[in-house]
């Protein structure tokens, strides 16, 4: 059961050379009472995904196709208004970067806790103070006291879990995440993502992570999908994806990552750069540039996302085994097996 | 001498500067408009008052209506008022460059020092160039008006510019302090660069033309201060100047009571207006390149 | 001692510093000025038949000090009485202490400023919004570059415009003079309604000199918050528009105080232009007429309040931006 569906999402940048896609034909699901993460280098259109999520892609841009069906509100795409702005915080919780400031800073963190009521027009406030002193109760924070700091009083990581304070307080069961471990240092890290589990755990969410870092991923997703140039290259069960990996771009971004391969001098850096709006590649694989095992198909057709495995899906036109073993002209730059 | 132009480049090469620059003033109409004003005028100072010789009084006519002979017509003299608005402009545009330039040499030179020097020197400049801010320009140009007559365009030039070089001074220095931020100092000390080569060669060029942008927003308000000070009647009246036209026809040519007048008060008024809408249009082009969170989306 | 108190005292010690540069300096000023006017002065009153100890009493009570004192005690002089509140009598009205003269004045110049000052705040700031929320469209440019333009005219622009268009075209308004002389001065209605007409104008010049300062640092307040991480989250959130508008428009107020303070400055010094054209007998019309008579002791004294004021301007409105702004105030 998914608590959301999107399916071919396609996003939209207007540029000086007209309307550019930043995610192209994505379909992806958030299964209930589990982790997704979803990783990608910066410019990859994650957080563009991200937040279309919520229907609040920023100015140059528009959805420009495909649903996303939110059990319980319906295709967001669709929603406008006092719908749409009900559901965001309501149906869908958001959580900013340790490092952005997602608070007033000229208010109390309870003054908007109360402005985030009366907007969404509760009827107990008394209630919501409760339950968000609870909430920040369970994740370490003295309740009582956070509600009376303003945001500069807070540190990087205090920030964060008052953040999931705010995306959790309305009973929210779909938590996004957006690069939760950015700017905190390891052992902060370690804790957020303890803290971000428990209460998936305890609040029975479906939650989506927005990371780049695959390795802080690793220890706390229930499923893992890969986002390059717009596209989901590849998705499928956190461990199978980790150790199987059958795209070439997830098999690098692995091998560039010593904490998943436990061998420092094994972890071998990417090549190339990753593209943006304007360089990413019209027709073809958009990952073909950088692709050792390109062939002459990738340059003429897209691979399509399509399911291999019960619970796999990946885009490319080579074969599974041979990504895996990497037997095919292997630049020596590009990962060799772990 | 290579690795010198290779730090210069790096932060900003000449040629994209130029090309920025360009395509800024050309992005929109408003700024094309804003260049051709300023530029208008500097040729009408530069190359007017050659189609003039002295100025010609007609007693015959006084306030005489706009006519073949005079476009704009004569003031309570006779004189020709267009005559009298070119010639005039000659001086307001001459003392703005120059109390432009002395400010440039006072705001430049104390801003960068103290952005480079930081530390003692900084922190003496900056009291400095607050209680230059602090004190209000105008009120002490008046009283200096008693003590020194600043009636030729050096003199007031020289006088605008010793009281009002702090702005400049700030933003030049808070943007050195931000080239030092960047790593810039760091990387030209590293190479062995004397300071003067540093200060001169490497800081001078990148806050230029932000000081550009400073200079023209203060050369509003020379304009306006040394109008002004015409205006009230506080230098003694050596040239023609808009700001005499504009006192002679408010307290002795008794322009508000007299229709016929008006072109004569309203010739220098419109001159300053334009000027200054020329040198806000243009601004915005050079604002745009410097902030880029102004720009608009593309 | 609160953080809040700190900072209070410092910028009090720090004006207090600044005003006594300021009176230094004008000290110097008034003994740089050509021919020493306190000599001049002690000459007449000898020529005029006094001794020369009344003479030097005379000059004494108008300027502070005689040059026959050393500079250091002359400079001492000065001070004691500054410090008294004495700021010496006037040459041109003899004997009339210069403080009645600036009291005097200083409503003339108070009321029309601060009046216009709210005004213009009421009008730029809404404005500044418009043009700050509609940045990329005609209107908006439109808007901001009437800002840039009024802020850089003159004041004596501004106000010349406004008396030929409301007086010399429409004669609705009068051109000077703080009321017409048939009334008798005083709390009586033709009267008040007189000095609230005379007063249109010179407010309205006021008004329009301001505007433009508050219409350009609200657009670019409003620019920079609309830029910021937490109102994209209190979207994200959400949170009801009227709610969201709220949090804009008091984090993008802030920085206007800096504003405030730079205002009074232009208002001090475009109250030269106003009072002259409009012939208004306020502090700026003071100091000009002072000027023209050679009146020292009414110059040095009238400069030192417009600097001191603008001194006590910047710490008023660095107090307020503490008050409001949690992030400072701690």
């Keep these: 059961?998914?608590?959301?569906?999107?399916?071919?999402?396609?996003?939209?940048?207007?540029?000086?050379?007209?309307?550019?896609?930043?995610?192209?034909?994505?379909?992806?699901?958030?299964?209930?009472?589990?982790?997704?993460?979803?990783?990608?280098?910066?410019?990859?259109?994650?957080?563009?995904?991200?937040?279309?999520?919520?229907?609040?892609?920023?100015?140059?841009?528009?959805?420009?196709?495909?649903?996303?069906?939110?059990?319980?509100?319906?295709?967001?795409?669709?929603?406008?208004?006092k719908q749409l702005r009900k559901a965001r915080g309501g149906a869908i919780g958001y959580v900013f970067q340790a490092s952005q400031n997602s608070l007033n800073p000229l208010k109390t963190i309870?003054?908007?806790?109360?402005?985030?009521?009366?907007?969404?027009?509760?009827?107990?406030?008394?209630?919501?103070?409760?339950?968000?002193?609870?909430?920040?109760?369970?994740?370490?924070?003295?309740?009582?006291?956070?509600?009376?700091?303003?945001?500069?009083?807070?540190?990087?990581?205090?920030?964060?879990?008052?953040?999931?304070?705010?995306?959790?307080?309305?009973?929210?069961?779909?938590?996004?995440?957006?690069?939760?471990?950015?700017?905190?240092?390891?052992?902060?890290?370690?804790?957020?993502?303890?803290?971000?589990?428990?209460?998936?755990?305890?609040?029975?969410?479906?939650?989506l992570i927005i990371t780049h870092d695959i390795g802080a991923i690793s220890e706390i997703a229930d499923r893992l999908a890969v986002m390059y140039g717009g596209r989901i290259v590849e998705d499928g069960p956190l461990l199978e994806v980790l150790r199987r990996p059958t795209?070439?771009?997830?098999?690098?971004?692995?091998?560039?990552?010593?904490?998943?391969?436990?061998?420092?001098?094994?972890?071998?850096?990417?090549?190339?750069?990753?593209?943006?709006?304007?360089?990413?590649?019209?027709?073809?694989?958009?990952?073909?540039?950088?692709?050792?095992?390109?062939?002459?198909?990738?340059?003429?057709?897209?691979?399509?996302?399509?399911?291999?495995?019960?619970?796999?899906?990946?885009?490319?036109?080579?074969?599974?085994?041979?990504?895996?073993?990497?037997?095919?002209?292997?630049?020596?730059?590009?990962?060799?097996?772990? | 001498m290579a690795a010198t132009a290779t730090l210069a480049a790096s932060v900003r090469s000449r040629r994209p500067a130029l090309t920025a620059f360009r395509k800024a003033v050309t992005r929109k109409p408003g700024r094309i408009i804003g260049l051709a004003i300023i530029v208008f005028f500097i040729l009408l100072a530069i190359c007017g008052p050659w189609f003039y010789g002295r100025l010609a009084v007609d007693p015959n006519s006084l306030y005489a209506a706009p006519s073949a002979k005079h476009w704009l017509g004569t003031d309570f003299a006779g004189s020709d008022v267009l005559q009298e608005v070119v010639t005039g402009g000659r001086y307001v545009l001459a003392t703005a460059a120059l109390s432009a330039l002395f400010t440039s040499l006072f705001g430049v030179t104390i801003g960068l020092v103290a952005g480079y020097q930081r530390g003692l020197t900084d922190s003496a400049l900056m009291r400095l160039t607050d209680f230059v801010l602090t004190i209000p320009g105008l009120p002490l140009l008046i009283i200096l008006s008693t003590v020194w007559n600043f009636g030729s365009p050096w003199k007031m030039?020289?006088?605008?510019?010793?009281?009002?070089?702090?702005?400049?001074?700030?933003?030049?220095?808070?943007?050195?302090?931000?080239?030092?931020?960047?790593?810039?100092?760091?990387?030209?000390?590293?190479?062995?660069?004397?300071?003067?080569?540093?200060?001169?060669?490497?800081?001078?060029?990148?806050v230029a033309p932000y000081a550009a942008m400073q200079l023209m927003l203060s050369m509003i308000a020379f304009i306006g201060a040394e109008v002004g000070l015409f205006f009230l009647g506080l230098v003694p009246f050596s040239s023609t100047n808009w700001g005499v036209m504009l006192n002679q026809a408010v307290f002795s040519g008794g322009a508000m009571e007299t229709p016929s007048a008006l072109i004569y008060l309203l010739a220098p008024l419109v001159c300053i207006l334009v000027l200054t809408l020329g040198i806000v249009l243009f601004l915005d082009a050079i604002d745009e390149l410097f902030n880029p969170r102004l720009r608009e989306r593309v | 001692m609160t953080a809040f108190a700190r900072r209070l005292a410092g910028k009090l010690a720090a004006g207090l510093v600044m005003v006594w540069v300021v009176v230094t300096f004008t000290f110097f000023l008034v003994h740089a000025l050509p021919g020493k006017p306190g000599d001049v002065q002690y000459e007449q009153y000898i020529q005029s038949g006094m001794n020369a100890e009344q003479a030097a009493a005379?000059?004494?009570?108008?300027?502070?000090?005689?040059?026959?004192?050393?500079?250091?005690?002359?400079?001492?002089?000065?001070?004691?009485?500054?410090?008294?509140?004495?700021?010496?009598?006037?040459?041109?009205?003899?004997?009339?202490?210069?403080?009645?003269?600036?009291?005097?004045?200083?409503?003339?110049?108070?009321?029309?400023?601060?009046?216009?000052?709210?005004?213009?705040?009421?009008?730029?700031?809404?404005?500044?919004?418009?043009?700050?929320?509609?940045?990329?469209?005609?209107?908006?440019?439109?808007?901001?570059?009437?800002?840039?333009?009024?802020?850089?005219?003159?004041?004596?622009?501004?106000?010349?415009?406004?008396?030929?268009?409301?007086?010399?075209?429409?004669?609705l308004l009068p051109d000077a003079g703080t009321s017409d002389i048939q009334y008798d001065p005083g709390w009586n209605l033709p009267y008040i309604g007189s000095v609230v007409q005379h007063a249109v104008l010179p407010v309205c010049a006021y008004a329009l000199l301001s505007y433009g300062g508050w219409l350009l640092a609200m657009k670019s307040s409003v620019v920079s918050?609309?830029?910021?991480?937490?109102?994209?989250?209190?979207?994200?959130?959400?949170?009801?528009?009227?709610?969201?508008?709220?949090?804009?428009?008091?984090?993008?107020?802030?920085?206007?105080?800096?504003?405030?303070?730079?205002s009074f400055g232009v208002m001090f010094a475009g109250s030269f232009f106003i009072e002259d054209t409009f012939d208004y007998p306020g502090l700026g019309d003071l100091l000009l007429k002072s000027i023209g008579t050679r009146d020292y002791p009414v110059m040095a004294g009238a400069f030192l309040l417009i600097t001191v004021s603008i001194i006590i301007a910047n710490i008023l409105a660095d107090l307020c931006y503490t008050l409001i702004d949690p992030r400072v105030r701690r």
Aim: proline share 4%.
């Design chain 2, 157 to 206: 030039g020289l006088v605008l510019g010793v009281t009002g070089w702090g702005g400049v001074a700030r933003a030049v220095r808070s943007q050195a302090l931000s080239l030092r931020e960047r790593g810039f100092l760091e990387a030209a000390r590293g190479l062995g660069l004397s300071r003067r080569h540093i200060l001169l060669k490497e800081m001078l060029p990148n």
């Design chain 1, 1 to 81: 059961m998914s608590e959301v569906e999107v399916r071919d999402l396609t996003v939209e940048y207007q540029t000086s050379v007209g309307w550019l896609p930043a995610v192209a034909g994505a379909s992806l699901d958030l299964r209930a009472g589990q982790i997704t993460g979803l990783v990608g280098e910066s410019g990859s259109g994650k957080s563009t995904l991200a937040l279309s999520l919520l229907n609040a892609v920023p100015a140059p841009g528009r959805i420009a196709g495909g649903t996303i069906e939110v059990a319980g509100v319906g295709d967001l795409t669709r929603l406008g208004g």
């Design chain 3, 225 to 262: 918050v609309l830029g910021d991480d937490f109102i994209l989250a209190s979207e994200l959130r959400g949170i009801a528009p009227v709610t969201r508008a709220r949090y804009i428009g008091r984090n993008a107020i802030l920085p206007l105080f800096t504003v405030l303070a730079l």
């Design chain 3, 58 to 171: 005379k000059v004494k009570a108008i300027y502070g000090y005689t040059s026959h004192d050393s500079m250091l005690s002359q400079y001492g002089g000065y001070l004691g009485k500054l410090l008294h509140g004495d700021l010496g009598q006037s040459i041109s009205y003899s004997g009339v202490p210069v403080s009645h003269l600036i009291w005097a004045a200083l409503p003339w110049t108070v009321i029309p400023v601060l009046s216009g000052l709210l005004v213009s705040f009421l009008i730029g700031v809404t404005a500044g919004v418009v043009a700050a929320v509609r940045r990329s469209s005609r209107w908006g440019g439109l808007l901001t570059v009437s800002g840039s333009l009024f802020a850089g005219v003159p004041a004596f622009v501004l106000a010349l415009l406004l008396l030929v268009v409301f007086h010399t075209e429409w004669n």
């Design chain 1, 110 to 207: 309870g003054r908007q806790l109360l402005d985030l009521g009366r907007s969404h027009e509760v009827g107990d406030l008394r209630a919501l103070i409760a339950r968000a002193k609870d909430l920040a109760n369970r994740m370490g924070l003295d309740g009582d006291r956070v509600l009376d700091s303003y945001q500069h009083e807070l540190s990087g990581g205090m920030r964060q879990r008052v953040g999931i304070v705010f995306a959790l307080v309305l009973n929210a069961k779909v938590l996004i995440l957006d690069e939760p471990t950015t700017a905190l240092d390891m052992l902060s890290q370690a804790s957020v993502l303890d803290i971000v589990r428990k209460v998936h755990d305890e609040n029975q969410l479906s939650t």
């Design chain 1, 247 to 338: 795209h070439p771009y997830t098999k690098a971004l692995i091998g560039a990552t010593a904490r998943i391969t436990g061998d420092v001098d094994g972890a071998r850096a990417l090549p190339g750069r990753p593209p943006d709006l304007t360089t990413v590649a019209r027709a073809g694989c958009v990952f073909r540039d950088r692709c050792p095992f390109a062939v002459e198909v990738c340059a003429q057709t897209e691979p399509e996302l399509h399911s291999f495995d019960s619970e796999r899906r990946r885009a490319c036109h080579v074969e599974p085994s041979t990504v895996l073993t990497g037997t095919t002209g292997t630049p020596a730059a590009v990962g060799e097996p772990a």
